[in-house]
């Protein structure tokens, strides 16, 4: 455990066998008062990291919250153990409604992915739900929570934090912005090294990469002296990432909007096979499984995003398959900037 600053304090879990390599899960404790923001996956491992983390703070049940920004598995994995504990759950209504629907296998929002498979492109089994670490690794029971809103403000101790929205790498992720410490808990919004998958939510969220983009300005006009991220490095220049990032997904739209040039209609499992992932394969058939599914989420945000613009269009064809193609005005552009 590693004391940040007075009152916060962080324990890295490691992820084995995850590209995401480790989890950051943050305490806050003042005037006998203590959150903890975020869990990690439901591992027995991490389960009794979570729990020596909690023990070396002195943490009580009956005065105890976890914040949870949002409904990855490496974010709420713990949620039902820690209820269990004794502790209560705050989130976002979004967030925690879908964390429900995902407990059951057969629920609406698992059976939703594996047909968004099918009218992606990827052919009857190629995908297996067990493949997917969201799947894996996710709470096993519906747990209870409280909702919290953007804008909402509590207090722990002499901490005073406001909920903001950040929703984009899921419908509903919110961080915790103290105003008087300039210090943002941020989820995966921003995070160093690597930049947040931004997937295609489908029935549960219009196009996540314009709402993502949308919050990274929000959050770049706040004053932030310091961002606690759930992965890798605290970052201090948040303006720098943050212009990163938006040439990052500028250069990716640009990149899609090349790939479609290329045929008169292209699925989304040919848009992702085509892009460029930074994974040491010599193919997309080498791919691994379990990152294809994010491959192809994160190609079909990209699509949506250009369909926003008018630079691209989409339809069906007689099997629900979605096909994406160019617009007049989608032909024309030579330059993509996100500002």
């Known amino acids: 455990m590693e004391e940040l600053q007075r009152g916060i304090y962080r324990e890295v879990v490691p992820l084995k066998g995850n590209p995401l390599k480790t989890m950051n899960i943050y305490g806050v404790q003042s005037l006998g008062e203590t959150m903890i923001i975020?869990?990690?996956?439901?591992?027995e491992e991490i389960k009794e990291e979570f729990f020596k983390f909690l023990e070396t703070l002195r943490a009580r049940p009956q005065s105890t919250i976890l914040f949870i920004t949002h409904l990855h598995s490496d974010h709420n994995g713990l949620a039902n153990a820690f209820v269990e504990w004794g502790g209560q759950i705050v989130t976002s209504k979004e967030d925690g409604a879908l964390s429900q629907e995902m407990v059951d296998s057969d629920g609406s929002y698992w059976t939703w992915l594996k047909t968004n498979a099918k009218y992606q492109g990827f052919k009857p089994g190629e995908l297996d739900l067990n493949d997917h670490p969201g799947f894996k690794y996710r709470p096993k029971a519906a747990f209870p929570f409280k909702v919290v809103e953007p804008g909402d403000k509590f207090g722990v101790g002499d901490f005073e934090f406001q909920v903001i929205d950040e929703s984009g790498h899921t419908p509903g992720?919110?961080?915790?912005?103290?105003?008087?410490?300039?210090?943002?808990?941020?989820?995966?919004?921003?995070?160093?090294?690597?930049?947040?998958?931004?997937?295609?939510?489908?029935?549960?969220?219009?196009?996540?990469?314009?709402?993502?983009?949308?919050?990274?300005?929000?959050?770049?006009?706040?004053?932030?002296?310091?961002?606690y991220p759930s992965h890798r490095k605290d970052?201090?220049?948040?303006?720098?990432?943050?212009?990163?990032?938006?040439?990052?997904?500028?250069?990716?739209?640009?990149?899609?909007?090349?790939i479609l040039?290329?045929?008169?209609?292209?699925?989304?499992?040919?848009?992702?096979?085509?892009?460029?992932?930074?994974?040491?394969?010599?193919?997309?058939?080498?791919?691994?499984?379990?990152?294809?599914?994010?491959?192809?989420?994160?190609?079909?945000?990209?699509?949506?995003?250009?369909?926003?613009?008018?630079?691209?269009?989409?339809?069906?064809?007689?099997?629900?398959?979605?096909?994406?193609?160019?617009?007049?005005?989608?032909?024309?552009?030579?330059?993509?900037?996100?500002?």
Do not use: C
Request: charged share 30%; net charge negative.
């Open 38 to 43: 975020d869990t990690g996956f439901d591992q």
């Open 173 to 227: 992720m919110v961080g915790l912005y103290d105003e008087k410490r300039k210090i943002l808990f941020a989820g995966d919004m921003v995070l160093d090294e690597i930049t947040p998958n931004i997937s295609f939510w489908g029935p549960y969220m219009d196009n996540s990469l314009g709402a993502y983009i949308e919050n990274l300005n929000k959050i770049d006009k706040m004053e932030v002296d310091i961002l």
């Open 235 to 258: 970052i201090t220049d948040i303006s720098v990432r943050i212009r990163e990032l938006k040439d990052h997904h500028s250069a990716r739209l640009y990149e899609v909007l090349q």
């Open 261 to 339: 040039r290329d045929r008169d209609t292209s699925t989304v499992e040919d848009v992702a096979s085509r892009m460029h992932w930074d994974i040491d394969v010599e193919a997309w058939e080498d791919f691994p499984k379990s990152q294809k599914w994010f491959a192809a989420g994160e190609a079909q945000a990209h699509l949506e995003f250009l369909r926003a613009v008018y630079y691209a269009e989409g339809a069906t064809d007689d099997r629900g398959i979605y096909y994406y193609f160019l617009t007049p005005r989608g032909k024309k552009v030579d330059k993509l900037e996100i500002k």
